[in-house]
């Protein structure tokens, strides 16, 4: 098992900056790609990045390239930074663990943190 805790959510304003932390324990942190993913009310839950054990990373889209995703192993911590925000990209932010960095197959995931950006 791995339990996954996401912070650093909140109410932001349009133009700021965010930086979402994902803290791991349980099983070997440092074996898993670790992935955040998104769900803006009253929709899917979208794939937003991924990467690999090895630092390898994985964009949804473009569009999701204007994210940074990144890892400390040592910290069994997991980020998404993001600059430069807006209205749109208000949800629900979840980290997960799983297999791999395609965004899909994930075993863990997290509670999810709320990220509200006002205009």
């Known amino acids: 098992q791995v339990q996954l805790v996401e912070s650093g959510g909140g109410l932001v304003q349009a133009g700021g900056s965010l930086r979402l932390s994902c803290a791991a324990s349980?099983?070997?942190?440092?074996?898993?790609?670790m992935g955040w993913f998104r769900q803006v009310s009253g929709l899917e839950r979208e794939f937003v990045a991924a990467?690999?054990?090895?630092?390898?990373?994985n964009y949804a889209s473009s569009k999701m390239g204007r994210f940074t995703i990144s890892r400390d192993d040592a910290k069994n911590t997991v980020y998404m930074q993001r600059n430069s925000l807006n209205p749109e990209d208000t949800a629900v932010y979840y980290c997960?663990?799983?297999?791999?960095?395609?965004?899909?197959?994930?075993?863990?995931w997290g509670q999810g943190t709320q990220v509200t950006v006002s205009s």
């Open positions: 349980g099983r070997t942190f440092s074996s898993y790609a």
């Open positions: 997960a663990a799983g297999p791999n960095i395609r965004g899909y197959g994930y075993d863990y």
């Open positions: 990467i690999s054990w090895r630092g390898s990373r």
